[in-house]
């Protein structure tokens, strides 16, 4: 040995071309781990540092997300932004609440590290397009089978909701649900459709397909869900609505109809946003920003090499405040 | 000529090397904008069209945000992803509400073809650190001297918000402040501060510093705000907040302390976030994610090569709610 070794000396070594070994130890463009490592461990062996130590451009992750309401998407991506950013990755955001970015998803051509799905559900057709990218991927909130995720039980927590009710007394209780044909969210729907259900038939109740009104997801659907039911031979006593936005609509319109709450209609939401606690709203709490945070962690660990990251669902909890009591008795 | 162009020619009139064409006209990695031009006017004189016709990554935009609530800043880079995606960039997302983001600020590793300010302030050094970078950059509800800017005139918009108080009959008007210590956001809370002192004095009326309370800029820091002024000798008719989120915690504190709105007193917020409506607030309407929009199509503009580009201010307005009504008369 005895003299300097040179960019042409790593090349030969790694089995690949000069420009290859400059590109990946300036960090200027993608290229792929697996000749990344191939590279970094000829230098290392040769003692080349010259281009080592330029500083890299940060490799990006995608994050896919949704806008399923202000708040959770505000708080998971502030979450993803935070734990990506320490782990020296930049946040490319795509809103795949818009058409035309569903349309467009990410390709090779990004030089994407891995991608992290917020509040999102794919069909198999998009998943096997974003598959081909060959990244790790990590999922907040959404369903991607196969893939580590951070979300909650959303059954469990709808059912929690449902049995709270119950206990007060209510035999008839409405659904003011998301709209199960919107397949971006679906999986998130369709599980606390079905803890609503489950807390009833363990109550040995039914769920009337009359109080169960699938109209959206912000205030402006809590608030037609309910005029639905208004209009309707009978109401119930008490609804749980799948978010905090949809009972707050909810609750504007019972205000303006006149029908007390908790007194007339006890209503139930799901999220614990900041604005529930000044609307003195009953509600599931579920952790935004922790989910976004601890689905980068598993995304870093996928990026670090971990072959097997095992999925988390974080808890969620009951916070009983006052649009909620016992049923009304005529 | 004769014979067809390669990328050997195309590099010995631009007069760089190959691999740096390559780069170049697949978009792989980063090329200072003057050595593109120069490579891509050397292969389109030569009709050089192989590696032209392969799509380019798209170049990014760095979007520096802040998180003033989860309602602006959700809608805001909503708004400011779309525009951009629909232009063909990338939006790289960075919090610079966090103080570890802001010590590591964007620098040429990163690649960008532009920045968009969301809500922040910067200090001149921090300025000069990112104008180092010799890219366009847009401002979104925030300052940067000489760059384009899409805002509104909060100044204005607290002004009209106290005017409503005084043509309601109230002459004791509290001010529920964010922190103006907080650098981050101080242009807006000086301007918002400057309109409600604008209205005071028109009046023949004065600020009075025991009814000014700066406390934070969210629900807890409006019912912070309302506890201090509860504990003092008088209170003041109405309160101006600077935001809807400090409003609602006022609310919050008002009703468990029995203070009857607006019987007692009369509470105006800012913002007009979705869940006003449903507080029934009255409130400054404002169009956060039309700022992000508008704020992106100015970068876009500036990214083409417009060379003047002209700030804009969208329109606020007052919307009347359940929240104020004429002062009581003891």
Redesign the interface.
């Known amino acids: 040995m005895g003299t300097t070794p040179t960019i042409r000396d790593v090349a030969r070594r790694a089995g690949v071309a000069p ?1 290859t070994v ?2 990946t130890l300036t ?4 290229v792929a781990p697996a000749t990344e490592e191939r590279i970094r461990r000829a230098a290392a062996e040769l003692g080349y540092s010259q281009g080592v130590r330029r ?4 490799q ?1 992750v995608a ?1 896919l997300a949704r ?1 399923p309401s ?2 959770f ?3 998971a ?2 979450g993803v ?2 734990v990506l ?2 782990g020296g990755y ?6 795949v609440g ?1 058409p ?2 569903r349309a ?1 998803l990410p390709d090779e ?3 994407l590290a891995g991608l992290i799905v917020v509040a999102s559900s794919f069909t198999a057709a998009e998943r096997a397009e974003l598959e081909r990218l060959e990244v790790p991927v990590a999922v907040v909130g959404g369903d991607w089978p196969g893939r580590p995720r951070v979300g909650i039980d959303d059954r469990a927590g709808a059912a929690t909701a449902v049995r709270h009710l119950i206990a007060l007394g209510h035999r008839e209780i409405g659904l003011l649900s998301f709209d199960p044909d919107d397949t971006a969210g679906q999986g998130v729907t369709d599980a606390r459709r079905a803890g609503y259900e489950a807390a009833l038939a363990e109550a040995g109740l039914e769920a009337r397909p009359e109080w169960v009104v699938a109209t959206g997801h ?2 402006p659907a809590g608030a037609r869900a309910v005029e639905r039911l208004l209009s309707g031979p009978r109401l119930p006593t008490a609804l749980f609505a799948m978010s905090d ?1 949809m009972a ?2 909810a ?2 319109t019972l205000r303006r109809a006149g029908v007390d709450v908790p007194g007339r209609m006890s209503v139930v939401g799901f999220d614990d ?3 529930a ?4 709203l009953t509600t599931i709490a579920q952790p935004a920003r922790e989910q976004g945070e601890r689905a980068a962690a598993l995304l870093l660990a996928a990026l670090a090499g971990d072959a097997a990251i095992p999925s988390v669902d974080l808890s969620t909890r009951l916070v009983v405040r006052g649009t909620t009591g016992p049923p009304h008795r005529p």
């Open positions: 420009s400059s590109r960090g200027t463009s993608y500083a890299r451009r940060p990006s994050a806008f202000a708040w998407f505000a708080e991506i502030a932004e935070r950013r320490a930049q946040v490319v955001l795509h809103n818009d035309a970015a467009a051509r990004w030089g912000d205030a936005e707050l609509g609750l504007r946003q900041a604005v606690e000044y609307a003195d």
